[in-house]
């Protein structure tokens, strides 16, 4: 049986490649959340089944590849199977939704001219957005939702070493990697001031400024999440700098259109 990566999945997407999705999860799961652009069939339960009728009645493209779905990329062998036998190609996605949670990939983030940098790591299943903020030869980390060795790795490969770690926020739906980064990497763990954690960290309150170690550069937060619908399908990473200001700070503002979230960043450099 053909099977896909999330890698190669994503890059498809990412490029338009056309792609037939086929989702075959119980509804209430993909009503929860899909990859955007899949067709979905209530079949889960008649696959499950090995009715080998389950998708007789699907009509899917014939110029294109289908990439079936499913939870954990068992079920989606299955409707593979049945597709296939159809005369259709088509492939089942490794590791189903779960996989693909995890997907990411890094875009920098343009700042004006200097030894600042910021790359953004976006876990595109989910939307969850990390920065990876160098200078010199240190790094700092902020909201870590990947295995930690991907931001070590990252960090490795432009010549920095993780100093500090922090998060934004602290609440249940949020996948926090920064204990364990920290720990991994030997580097100063950074949270917001609560009584949610009883593991140690150092403690932040709304618009703390903190002098990270990353040779004299400042991140001022606020540590609050802004929430509003981006427009449809667009992605963008951009810093809004005034002439005046962009020789000493400037914001981060990211928008990613498959997720209704905004989130605001401040990075300023300290005089020297």
Known sequence: MMTISVETLRAWLEEGHPVTLLDVRPPIEY???SIPGSLHVDAYEALKAHDPEALAGVTLPTDRPIVTVCGAGKTSQIAA???AAR???VSSLEGGMKAWSLAWNTAEIPLPPGSVRVIQVRRTGK?????LIGDGETATIIDASLDPQVYLDLAEKQGWQVTSVLDTHIHADHLSRSLQLAEKAGARLFL??????????TSLRDGTTLDTGTMGVLISMPLTWRHKLAPKHSTTASTNCSPSQQKRWCFLD?????FPLTVSRSVRRLPR
Do not use: H, I, K
């Open 31 to 33: 009503a929860e959340w």
């Open 81 to 83: 199977s049945q597709l």
């Open 87 to 89: 005369g259709l190609q």
């Open 127 to 131: 939307g969850c957005l990390s920065y």
């Open 192 to 201: 917001p001031d609560q009584q949610r954690v009883s593991f140690p960290f």
């Open 254 to 258: 990211t928008a990613v259109s498959q």
